[in-house]
């Protein structure tokens, strides 16, 4: 099972980081993935980590924004999102993908899902 948690409400150009647990299983192996969905869109790809932590991907829009990182030793995965937008404003899910020697950026690549996390940027 994997466990979002640390969104909320922030204002434009504030930072916040969320986080995603796995409980009941290991990360060791999985890529990990963020993906996000706004309301009245299709989910899409964020930001993506190997197992090993050696690959990252981003989505153009959060490049140069965001940071995702991992500790396998807690089993957590983070992303961490500077200078918020508006357009940043969805809920935010983490998921794991069998695919460890990769960063894979689309969703059937990943095999769990969490149950995301709401993240409000306002003006």
């Known amino acids: 099972q994997l466990v979002e948690s640390g969104g909320g409400l922030v204002q434009a150009g504030g930072s916040l980081r969320i986080s995603c647990e796995a409980s009941?299983?290991?990360?060791?192996?999985?890529?990990m993935g963020w993906f996000r969905q706004a309301s009245g869109r299709e989910r899409e790809f964020v930001a993506s980590?190997?197992?090993?932590?050696?690959?990252?991907n981003y989505a153009d829009s959060v490049k140069g924004r965001f940071t995702v990182s991992r500790d396998n030793a807690k089993k957590t995965v983070y992303l961490q999102m500077n200078t918020l937008n508006l357009e940043d404003t969805a809920v935010y899910y983490c998921?794991?993908?069998?695919?460890?020697?990769?960063?894979?950026?689309?969703?059937?690549?990943?095999?769990?899902w969490g149950q995301g996390t709401q993240v409000t940027v306002s003006s």
């Open positions: 998921a794991a993908s069998g695919m460890g020697s990769f960063a894979p950026t689309t969703p059937r690549s990943y095999d769990y």
């Open positions: 009941g299983r290991t990360t060791t192996g999985y890529a």
């Open positions: 980590i190997s197992s090993r932590g050696l690959g990252t």
